[in-house]
C-alpha cells in the first residue's frame, strides 16, 4: 500500500470510529469514492438522495464527514509513471493522456493491459483524451470486453470538463484527473519497472478505435434516415410524427433481446428556417456512447470524414479533418429528439454551443420525457434549453 493510500485508509478508519456506520456490520469501507462523488452537483444529487435516512449509508454524517469520504483516488507512482511514459512516445509535444489498466478479456488468467488515448491540450472537448479512450475501449471490446474495460478506473492529466463527467457517468464509471506537475517522481521515473508496473504492460491505443466509433455511429444511424421534401417547414408535431415512425422502425424490425438492441430514438437537426436538414437515430447497443444527439452533432463537432464511406484514416488525418475545422452549427439551428437527452447528450449539445465563434442557445425540443437517472438535472436543464413538445402528436 502506497504512503498515500494508507494515509486516506487511516483517516477513513477514524472517520468510521466516529461514524454511525460503526453499528451497521456490513458497512461499505470504500478507500477510493469515484471522483464523481467530488462534483458539486452530484453532491447535491447525493443531499437530495439522502432524504430517505434509511436508503442512503451517509446517513447521519455530518456535511464534513461526507465530504471527507468523497476524497478522490490518488493515483499512484506506478500510475503516474505510466502516464509519462506514454506521453514520451506521443508525437506531439503538448498532450494530455487518458488510460485505464484491465484484463483483456474475462478469462481467470487474461494478463492486463492499458488502454490509452493522448489528445492535444487545445482539443475541444469532444475530442479530448478521456472521451478517446472511453469511445475507443467501448468500440474495441463490443459486447464481450466493451464493460469490463469502460468500468475500469480512468486516470487523466487533463481537468475533467463537464462533458467528461457526463461520458463517464453514462458509458463509463469512474475517472480521475490528476496534474503530473503536482508530483516529483524523479525517483521512481527511471526505476526498472516491475512485472505488476503497469508500464510494463501492453500498451493499446484507443484513438483509432474512437475514430472508428465516431464513424460507425454517424454513417449507421443515418440509414433510412434521410428526411423527406415534402416535410412542412416550421412544423415540428409534423417532424415529430416522421422521427417517431422511423424510430419504431427500429424496435418492430430487432427481435433480439431488450437489452441487445438499440433503444428507438430519433434526433433531428432544424435550421434556422425550420427545415429539418438532418436525422440520425439511436445506435448504442454496441458502444453505449452512440446515442441518436451523439451521431446526429458528429459531423459538426469532429468533421465531414465521419461521414465519408472510406476506411483508411487518410481523411481523417489530412490537415482540415480535425474537430478544430468543423464548422460550427448555424444560430438559430434546433435540435429535435423522441425522447428526452440524458447527460452526455446534453453536455455534448452544450459544448457545441460553447465553441469558440458561436453565440447564444442550442434549443432542444424533447417528445418523450425520460424519467431515468441519467436524464436527471441535465446541462440542458441547467441552462433552461430544453422544452418538451406541447402539440398532440398522433
Ligand atoms: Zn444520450
Request: with cysteine; charged share 25%; proline share 7%.
Amino acid at each position: 500500500m502506497s504512503r498515500a493510500a494508507a494515509a486516506s485508509h487511516r483517516a477513513l478508519a477514524a472517520l468510521v470510529v466516529a461514524s454511525p456506520w460503526r453499528q451497521r456490520a456490513s458497512c461499505p469501507r470504500r478507500r477510493h469514492v469515484p471522483w464523481i462523488r467530488c462534483d458539486a452537483a452530484d453532491a447535491r444529487d447525493a443531499s437530495t438522495e439522502s432524504a430517505s435516512p434509511s436508503s442512503s449509508p451517509h446517513a447521519g454524517l455530518t456535511r464534513a464527514q461526507r465530504r471527507a469520504l468523497r476524497q478522490p483516488y490518488v493515483p499512484t507512482a506506478a500510475e503516474r509513471g505510466l502516464a509519462r511514459a506514454i506521453l514520451e512516445t506521443s508525437s506531439v509535444e503538448d498532450d494530455d493522456v487518458a488510460f485505464l489498466v484491465a484484463p483483456s478479456s474475462g478469462d481467470a488468467d487474461a494478463p492486463s493491459v492499458v488502454w490509452f488515448a493522448t489528445s492535444r491540450k487545445t482539443s475541444p472537448p469532444w475530442d479530448s483524451a478521456l472521451v478517446r479512450l472511453v469511445l475507443g475501449a467501448r468500440e474495441a471490446g463490443g459486447r464481450a470486453n466493451g464493460n469490463r474495460w469502460a468500468r475500469a478506473r480512468m486516470l487523466t492529466t487533463r481537468a475533467l470538463s463537464d462533458l467528461d463527467r457526463a461520458v463517464v457517468k453514462v458509458a463509463a464509471q469512474r475517472a480521475t484527473a490528476f496534474d503530473l506537475e503536482d508530483h516529483d517522481d524523479d525517483a521512481t521515473a527511471d526505476a526498472p519497472a516491475s512485472p505488476d508496473d503497469p508500464r510494463a504492460l501492453e500498451r493499446r491505443d484507443a484513438t483509432p478505435w474512437a475514430r472508428a466509433a465516431i464513424r460507425r455511429g454517424a454513417m449507421t444511424s443515418r440509414v433510412g434516415l434521410l428526411p423527406p421534401k415534402t416535410l412542412p417547414v416550421n412544423d415540428d408535431d409534423a417532424a415529430f410524427r416522421w422521427a417517431s415512425a422511423r424510430a419504431s422502425d427500429v424496435s418492430e424490425n430487432t427481435q433480439t433481446q431488450l437489452w441487445e438492441r438499440d433503444r428507438g430514438v430519433v434526433a433531428a437537426l432544424v435550421s434556422p428556417r425550420g427545415e429539418v436538414t438532418d436525422a440520425a437515430r439511436n445506435v448504442n447497443a454496441d458502444n453505449k456512447c452512440l446515442h441518436a444527439e451523439w451521431n446526429l452533432l458528429a459531423p459538426t463537432l469532429w468533421g465531414e470524414w465521419v461521414l465519408s464511406p472510406t476506411e483508411d484514416d487518410e481523411i481523417a488525418n489530412r490537415p482540415g479533418a480535425g474537430p478544430e475545422e468543423a464548422g460550427p452549427l448555424e444560430e438559430g439551428t434546433r435540435v429535435l429528439v423522441t425522447l428526452q437527452c440524458c447527460k452526455m447528450c446534453a453536455a455534448l449539445v452544450c459544448a457545441a454551443a460553447d465553441r469558440p465563434g458561436r453565440r447564444g442557445p442550442i434549443e432542444v425540443v424533447y417528445l418523450n420525457p425520460d424519467d431515468g437517472s441519467l436524464a436527471r438535472d441535465t446541462q440542458l436543464r441547467r441552462r433552461g434549453w430544453e422544452s418538451r413538445h406541447a402539440a398532440p402528436c398522433e
